[in-house]
Structures are given as structure tokens and as C-alpha cells.
């Protein structure tokens, strides 16, 4: 009987063993691609309309043909997105009853239920997951009333400064904070708090809420969108190879989004798109006096490429990695030891000159933006 149980043991220890070295392995490998897919991006010629100008990249992409996206999976009903034990803000379930993996990205907003939410990293959610339980943030303050049984795509993106707030701050009072700036950048009447953060009044409908999507839905904000989109969203048509996009608003450099290839950036080009532009109603971007050029933007994937790079773990299929100094932030989803989606942001010291803009002029070619 001891003997059996010493072998036993010595299985289970050197299973765990196989195990740690081969998610060291993986580490290893998914680090490295990394590394060498932010060198092979090439940055391609930009685009502007008004205060927003986006540059094309390429990266040395995979073609994906077995992934769904949000909203395809969410057309044919494959997804099952709901609240947890009758609501929790800051998690969700979600099960694939498909056959084909689905990826969500972090600041996609799911409207329904008892309050609207977007994700605070991207996912891949495997075919035939089971439930899987996901960190996600409130972007309705105000509501806590059941809407629908299922949470489902609201078509829209998070802006910018949302998606940081959940993804960088992990903090629900930010993301709260950044939705009311995106009311009062795009001039649209907030409704007056009617209840502590902490307990949401007991608001019936979004159109009476807080709601990030209310932002998309009012019709002069829609206005001025349409007008970018109209200019901005014919780029991937134009750049067969394009893969990513670095935003510049106001002549700041705000984020870099990247895929894995053209086809899965096209899926999600629209959303991005009326997200950057809603973006560049934000007045306070470009205060600090500068304009990034062509070599800032190259400058930004470099220090991606060097950043330092934790794997940080996901409940969903592939790993989750963390670029980390004190110059660029992100994150990047790697599946099948190739990239599926991955982000960077730069980071702003307040007391000194953006770090990015080392070989940048004062001044910019950029024309007032008037939403009117």
C-alpha cells in the first residue's frame, strides 16, 4: 500500500513537473514571437481627418480562419453572456456552445442585463467552453435592474480612455469617471446621479442610465462620427496588407491596436474606427503642446519590442502577456504561438514632456475640430 501510494506520489510530482516546463517553454516561445512580430511592423502611410490622424501598420500576420468574432458568434446565437449569481459588477459568465473558438476583445460593450459592461482583457473562448467566469467592468452607471436574461453586442467600442481604466487600472470608479468624461467631451446631458456609486438606483431603462452606448446613440455625437468613418474607414480597403492602427489625436499618440491579420482586424475596423473617433472629441488630448511624427510611432513599437513581458494568465484558451516600463503599456492575446490581438499605450509623466516625442517639433499641422 506505502509503495503504491510513493508511486503515485512520484506520478503526480512528475507530471507537475512536465507541466511547469511546458508552460515555461510556451512562455519562452510566445515571448520571442512577440518580441519579433513588434520588429517585422512596418509603418504605413497615414491618413488624417481633422484632429485625428491613424497610421497603418503591417505586422507579419497569421490568416485565421476557424475564430469567430463577438458579434458573428452573437448573430447565431452561440454565446451565452450573463450575469452571476442574479449580478456581480466586476464578473460575468460566458459559454461557446459552437464548434469554432470565439475572441472578445477588451472594450467590445455587451448591453443588457443588469448593467452594461465591457471586458478588461481580451479573450478566446473555446469551442464548447463549459462556463467560464471573466473580469469585466460597469460602463452604465445608474442602472441595476434586470434588462434581458443574456447580455448581448452593442456594436460599439469603448473609447481609449475606457478601455485603460479597465485594462490598466482595473478600477471601477475610473471606468465610471472616463464614461462621464466621454459625456462631457461629447457634449452629450448626463443624468444626475441618483444613487452612491455603490448601489446603482434602481433605473429601468439605459435611456434613463449613464450609459456608455447612450454616448453612440445621441444624434449630433453620431453626426460627427459618421463624418470620420466616412474618411477613416476605407483604410483596410486601401491596405490590403494592413493589420493594426497607431491613433494620433490632437498630434498625441493614444494607442496602437494590432492583429494577427488583415481579416480579423477588417472584422473589427468599424467599431475602432467610430471609437477613435469619438476619441478626438476629447479636447484635453494635444495640451501638452506636441506633434507626433512617422519616427514617434516607430519609436512606440520599438519600445514595445523592449518592454519587459509577464505572462499574466487567462481563463480563456491561449496566453495573456503584460508589457510593462515606464514608457509603453499593453497587452497582447497569443494563440497557437501567434498573436490574435495586442495593444499599447504610452505613458505620460505630467511634470515633463511626452517621452514618446523625442524627435518631435512644437506645433502641428492639425486643424480645429468642430463637431457643428
Given amino acids: ?16 513537473l512536465v507541466l511547469f516546463c511546458i508552460q515555461a517553454a510556451l512562455a519562452i516561445s510566445g515571448d520571442d514571437y512577440l518580441r519579433e512580430y513588434y520588429r517585422k511592423i512596418k509603418v504605413l502611410t497615414p491618413q488624417t481627418y481633422g484632429n485625428i490622424t491613424i497610421y497603418p501598420v503591417q505586422g507579419p500576420g497569421k490568416i485565421y480562419r476557424d475564430i469567430m468574432t463577438l458579434d458573428s458568434a452573437a448573430s447565431k446565437n452561440m454565446l451565452i453572456i450573463s450575469e452571476i449569481d442574479g449580478g456581480r459588477v466586476n464578473e460575468l459568465s460566458i459559454e461557446n456552445l459552437g464548434d469554432m473558438p470565439v475572441f472578445i476583445m477588451a472594450g467590445e460593450i455587451l448591453t443588457g442585463c443588469k448593467q452594461d459592461r465591457i471586458l478588461q482583457d481580451d479573450i478566446l473562448i473555446p469551442a464548447r467552453s463549459g462556463r467560464i467566469v471573466v473580469t469585466a467592468y460597469c460602463v452604465e452607471h445608474g442602472r ?40 462631457k467631451a461629447c457634449e452629450v446631458a448626463a ?34 462620427i459618421d ?31 494590432l492583429f494577427g491579420d488583415h481579416e480579423l482586424l ?44 509577464d505572462f499574466t494568465g487567462t481563463p480563456g484558451a491561449g496566453s495573456l502577456i503584460s508589457l510593462g516600463s515606464n514608457r509603453v503599456s499593453g497587452t497582447a492575446l497569443v494563440w497557437g504561438n501567434a498573436l490574435l490581438h495586442g495593444d499599447i499605450f504610452p505613458e505620460y509623466n505630467q511634470e515633463q514632456a511626452p517621452p514618446i516625442y ?3 517639433r512644437k506645433g502641428g499641422f492639425y486643424r480645429d475640430y468642430n463637431r457643428r
Avoid at 452612491?196 to 450609459?211: F, G
Avoid at 519616427?295 to 514595445?304: G, H, M, N, Q, T
Wanted: one cysteine or more; aromatic letters at 8%.
Fill in 144 to 183: 441595476w435592474t434586470n434588462e434581458s436574461d443574456r447580455f448581448s453586442s452593442g456594436k460599439t467600442f469603448a473609447p481609449n480612455a475606457v478601455r485603460m481604466a479597465a485594462k490598466k487600472e482595473k478600477n471601477q470608479q475610473k471606468v465610471w469617471a472616463n464614461v462621464a468624461e466621454c459625456y
Fill in 227 to 257: 463624418r470620420g468613418y466616412d474618411v477613416l474607414s476605407g483604410l483596410p480597403d486601401r491596405w490590403r496588407n494592413m493589420t493594426g492602427a497607431v491613433v494620433v489625436v490632437n498630434g498625441e499618440i493614444i494607442c496602437a491596436d
Fill in 1 to 16: 500500500m506505502r509503495k503504491t501510494a510513493k508511486n503515485l506520489t512520484g506520478i503526480i510530482l512528475m507530471t507537475a
Fill in 191 to 224: 443624468i444626475p446621479a441618483g444613487a452612491p456609486a455603490a448601489a446603482p438606483a434602481r433605473i429601468a431603462d439605459r435611456k434613463s442610465s449613464n450609459s456608455l452606448q447612450r454616448v453612440y446613440e445621441d444624434k449630433n455625437v453620431k453626426r460627427v
Fill in 266 to 309: 477588417c472584422a473589427y475596423w468599424d467599431k475602432l474606427v467610430r471609437s477613435y473617433c469619438a476619441e478626438a472629441m476629447n479636447k484635453e488630448y494635444g495640451q501638452r503642446g506636441y506633434y507626433a511624427a512617422r519616427e514617434d510611432v516607430e519609436i512606440l513599437l520599438s519600445r514595445a519590442r523592449h518592454a519587459g513581458m
Fill in 358 to 360: 523625442e524627435n518631435s
